[in-house]
Structure formats: C-alpha cells, structure tokens
C-alpha cells in the first residue's frame, strides 16, 4: 500500500469529533515519545522500565485514539492508524507544545510527567462520561492503566519535595519551568465549543484547567511550593501557545517529528 | 463434502477461541483471562470474535488476533474469521476463572485478588527468613494492593515498581522467600 492510499482511506480531520480524537491522540502519542528517550539511559534499572512502560503506554493509548477516529468500519485500521500517528505534516499535529519539549533532566522529565499525568486522569475522568460512547468506553478504559502512571508521578513528585534541599531546589526549578507551559494544554481546539455543545467533550479545556489547579494547588501547597501555581489569570507563554491549532516549536518540527515519521517517510505504507 | 452440508459447531468454535494461548503468559488461554466476551457463528460459514483486551496498549493483541484466526480455520466448516477488539465492556481482572489464576501463580505471577487463605503457606521454597535484606532504594512505598507470594505463600511481600516486563505486570519481591516475582496489575 502506498502512503496516497492510506491517506485517501482517512476520513475528515476537521469535524470537531475529529479534532478532538487528534488532540487527545496527539498528546499521547508525543508524551509517549519523550519517555521513551529515557530508555536505556535513565538513571536506574527501574525507572528505565517505567519510562519505557510509559512510552510504550501513552503511545498505544494514542493508537486506540486514532482508532476511534477512523471508526469501527475502517477498511485498514493498522495502515489508517500509520496514516494519522506518522503521516501527517508537524502543522497537523494538535498536542500542546509542553509535550514535545526534550526530557532535559531527570527532574524536568518528573515535573512534567506530574503535571501531564494529573491533567490526563483530569479530562479522562471527564471524557468517561462523553454522549460518544466509542470516547467514553476507551476513557473508562484508559482511566484505570493512567492510575499506575499517576502514582508513579506523585510518587516522585513527594519524594522530591521531602528531599534534600538540592532534590526540593531542582524540583522547584524544574516545576517553575513546567507549569507555565502546562497552561497550553488547556488551550481550546478549532471546534471546541461544537464539541462541548454536543458533548463529546463534556468539560471544555478552560474549565479542566480549573479542575485541574485545584487539585495541583492542593499538592503543591503541602510541598510548600504554592507560591508556584500559575494565576488563575495567567496566559501561556507566547513560546508555549498555540499547539492546539497546529502551531510547534522547533523541539516538535526539528526533533521529535523528523524522529517519528522517518521510517515511515524513507518507506511509505511500511507495516511492522 | 459440500459447503452447504457443512455445518460448523458453534461450541467447538468456542472451545477454539477459549484455548488460545496467551503469547506472553503461555500458562493461560484467553479463555481462562477472559477476554471472549462474544464469539458468532453464522450461517455461511463466518465466525466473528469480539475480544478484550487486559490492557489497550498490550502489545500481544495482534499476535492473540493471529492465533484466533488461526485457530477457528482448523474447525471444520469455518470459512472466514473477524476478531474485533472492545472497550466495553472494560476487561477487569475479575474476569480471571479460578483456573486461570492458580496457572498464573504456578507460573510465578500473583494474580490479582488472591486471598492469602487461597493455598497452603509455608509452599514449595520452603525458605525461612533471612535477615538484614536491605530496602531497595526505589521500592514505591505502601502498597494499596498487597498480594501473597506465588511461590511460598507469605504475605510479607513489597512491590517495587509500578512497571514490570509487560504492560500489565508489576514488581514484587518476596521477604520471606527472598524470592522476586511478578504480579498481575489490577485495573
């Protein structure tokens, strides 16, 4: 099969249902990849095998994502969903900007995966409850797998903040890092308010930000870092706006996308 | 024989779906697990499977498509096979039969709600304790899930990691039997 036919077998990307399996898709997908920089070099056996479960879990719940996108009838599921996970340009990618950003170090690799992790139980919790049934069976699905990667991320999280001052000073400096960029996940998509009105998205981004802040408020105050809680306010940095319209950094379009699609360019339609 | 004198039994079709071996846990069957929710013989010879899968990112559930596949054209009078994977139901380990979870803790995998009263403890290993087992620096601190040792039955076990060989394993270890094992996740 040639890349053409695969992407002739794709439905409309720009109905507001398909929007919304993209950007859910799309975090999942590139969350999944920088985790998986991690294997082979993390700092311990273990944490090398929870990096590269994650990977290897966030990039799968994108692929059953983009199954639901292309829809139960599908003639070729496995080359549609290689169509939509590798096939697209990087301007077609709707995940937020935070999410592409390198691993840094370990400490940015935790921060992040804390603040990602309790956005994504946040709007699973909320898309189990979705009039798309198809959406609310895999959220209900994908909630219970996510609880192991979320206390994973609080795990560290707490044993950070009751470290030494080092281990709570690159935690603090890692967190202040994040989380203003965390604000780009909430960010609505093109057709959002289509996708609330009807209820495929039962909570709108802007309202699972508020979700959201309370409950990282909570943690982060017990830490003792509630002074690091963005402003209710507060907009995302200008660096770190605009992915879900399509718009990257060059961590996106110069890293992470060349990395993904390369086989699936150099060899159009491959299948593994 | 024709094809219209074919008939294909539709509990030897079942039986065929149930006794497929899980790639990973060779121990056990789909059946025994509990991913069959549905499995339709029709008429012209078309068997449609409807699977669970443990955990959507399992990696196996292509290979377990294969062998279903595989499997039902070996039955007699079957002409075509369609295995879908669903969501919903979501697969719980409660689905687990009673088979299925004694073969896994024979298979050194402590399944998941396994009472400790379940088997006799004191098994096979017949270890006593030793002392002075340091704690291993990253161990994931109290358990919310503490399951028995599969191979002596103790209940003075710890998990290590969230994160195991396979999707829906973890890590344990034993402090009686000194003894690491692996626990299948719940969900």
């Given at each position: 099969m040639t890349s053409l036919d695969a992407t002739m077998a794709l439905p409309d990307l720009t109905t507001p249902r398909a929007r919304l399996l993209l950007v859910l898709g799309d975090d999942e997908l590139v969350s999944g990849h920088r985790a998986s920089?991690?294997?082979?070099?993390?700092?311990s056996l273990e944490e090398d095998l929870a990096f590269s479960t994650i990977a290897q879990d966030e990039i799968n719940h994108a692929d059953v994502w983009y199954q639901v996108l292309l829809g139960e009838d599908h003639p070729d599921v496995r080359a549609g969903v290689d169509a939509l996970g590798l096939g697209r340009e990087p301007d077609a990618y709707l995940h937020a900007i935070v999410c592409e950003r390198p691993p840094n170090d370990f400490a940015y690799t935790l921060a992040r995966h804390w603040a990602y992790d309790r956005f994504d139980v946040v709007r699973l919790a909320a898309l189990a409850d979705s009039s798309d049934a198809a959406i609310a069976a895999v959220a209900r699905k994908l909630l219970h797998e996510e609880r192991y990667h979320l206390e994973h991320a609080d795990h560290w999280f707490g044993r950070l903040a009751d470290g030494g001052d080092d281990a709570r000073q690159r935690l603090r400096d890692a967190l202040a890092r994040v989380l203003p960029e965390a604000l780009g996940l909430f960010e609505p998509f093109d057709g959002e308010d289509t996708a609330v009105a009807e209820g495929l998205l039962p909570v709108s981004h802007a309202d699972l930000r508020v979700r959201w802040s309370e409950i990282v408020a909570g943690m982060l105050g017990e830490a003792g870092m509630g002074d690091l809680l963005p402003a209710a306010e507060a907009t995302t940095p200008d660096e770190a706006s605009g992915g879900r319209r399509g718009h990257h950094s060059t961590d996106f379009t110069d890293d992470v996308w060349p990395e993904m699609t390369e086989l699936y360019r150099a060899h159009p339609g491959a299948r593994w | 024989m024709t094809r219209a004198a074919m008939r294909v039994d539709p509990d030897a079709v079942r039986r065929a779906v149930e006794s497929?071996?899980?790639?990973?846990?060779?121990?056990?069957?789909i059946g025994m697990l509990g991913m069959v929710h549905d499995v339709e013989v029709a008429d012209d010879g078309t068997v449609r499977v409807e699977l669970l899968p443990t955990f959507s990112g399992c990696p196996a559930t292509e290979m377990i498509e294969r062998d279903v596949v595989t499997a039902l054209h070996a039955v007699a009078g079957v002409v075509d096979v369609r295995v879908r994977f669903r969501y919903d139901p979501p697969w719980t380990p409660d689905r687990i039969d009673a088979t299925g979870r004694e073969r896994l803790r024979e298979f050194g995998i402590a399944p998941p709600g396994f009472s400790p009263g379940a088997h006799p403890s004191g098994g096979p290993t017949g270890a006593t304790r030793p002392e002075g087992r340091p704690t291993l620096p990253l161990a994931i601190g109290p358990d919310s899930d503490p399951r028995p040792c599969p191979y002596c039955g103790s209940d003075t076990t710890v998990r290590e990691s969230n994160f195991g060989p396979t999707p829906c394993r973890d890590l344990r270890f034993c402090e009686s039997c000194q003894q690491p094992f692996e626990a299948f996740k719940t969900f």
């Open positions: 920089h991690w294997t082979g070099v993390a700092p | 497929v071996a899980d790639p990973e846990l060779p121990a056990v069957t």
